[in-house]
């Protein structure tokens, strides 16, 4: 009996994530942005100004954060606060936005109408957000699978994208998971994630996708990977 009990110790201990996240209010959500996002930007060299501010917008692109075009506010909605326990799952949300942020400085008109893009190919956009935030937080010293992480728990599921101005999160988190795979192979062998429940639950929803990326770099083809549903 001593031995099952410290058995089942053992495996809840291995299963259960760790919420060694310290923030609880939205003021002090606002000063994690505040240390996370300035961090992401000076340890990326990123030369435009960008500020941070918990706001519980009604009108946004994404459910819980955006970035503003005419002000260059990063955003982040507070009910999103629950799903957050780590700094890295923080900066995944804000490295993305940023990423966003840096194309509203780009373009016409001082990059006023750069938002356009963004509404005209919103996938190609949002992927190529993904891998710069997952360059930025690299940069930055954050663990990049945390991003993979804090979207397996607040992205919704729909069923199709051939008709959507979205890619579907599953295809997106394996779209990022590939990034990591061939740029920064290190983080996967020295996976601090390997024991999170979120991490765990993305590998299992992946396993043939993943299986799909290592044919395709076994035979030497990387791009444009049609991944499952």
């Not at 053992?10 to 923030?23: K, R």
């Not at 692109?61 to 326990?85: F, M, Q």
């Not at 700094?87 to 949300?93: H, V």
């Not at 990326?213 to 991944?227: D, F, S, T």
């Amino acid at each position: 009996m001593k031995k099952f009990i410290l058995g089942l110790f053992a495996m809840l201990i291995l299963t259960t994530p760790c919420f060694s996240w310290d923030v609880k209010t939205e003021a002090e959500l606002q000063q994690r942005m505040n240390q996370v996002g300035f961090n992401i930007l000076n340890s990326n060299r990123i030369e435009h100004r960008m500020i941070f501010m918990v706001i519980n917008r009604v009108y946004t692109r994404d459910r819980w954060a955006d970035v503003s075009s005419v002000n260059r506010t990063v955003w982040l909605k507070p009910t999103v606060l629950p799903y957050i326990d780590s700094d890295d799952e923080l900066a995944g949300l804000l490295a993305h936005q940023i990423s966003h942020g840096v194309d509203t400085y780009n373009g016409v008109l001082r990059g006023y109408i750069s938002i356009l893009n963004y509404w005209v190919a919103p996938n190609k956009y949002d992927l190529l957000a993904d891998k710069r935030a997952v360059d930025y937080m690299v940069n930055a010293g954050y663990n990049p699978l945390g991003y993979i992480v804090i979207l397996n728990k607040i992205m919704q599921q729909y069923r199709y994208d051939a008709f959507s101005n979205h890619t579907l999160i599953t295809r997106r988190m394996m779209k990022i998971y590939e990034y990591i795979y061939t740029k920064y192979p290190s983080i996967l062998v020295d996976n601090e994630y390997k024991d999170n429940v979120y991490y765990q639950n993305f590998l299992l929803i992946s396993r043939n996708n993943r299986m799909l990326l290592k044919e395709h770099l076994k035979n030497g083809k990387v791009k444009n990977i049609n991944y499952h549903y």
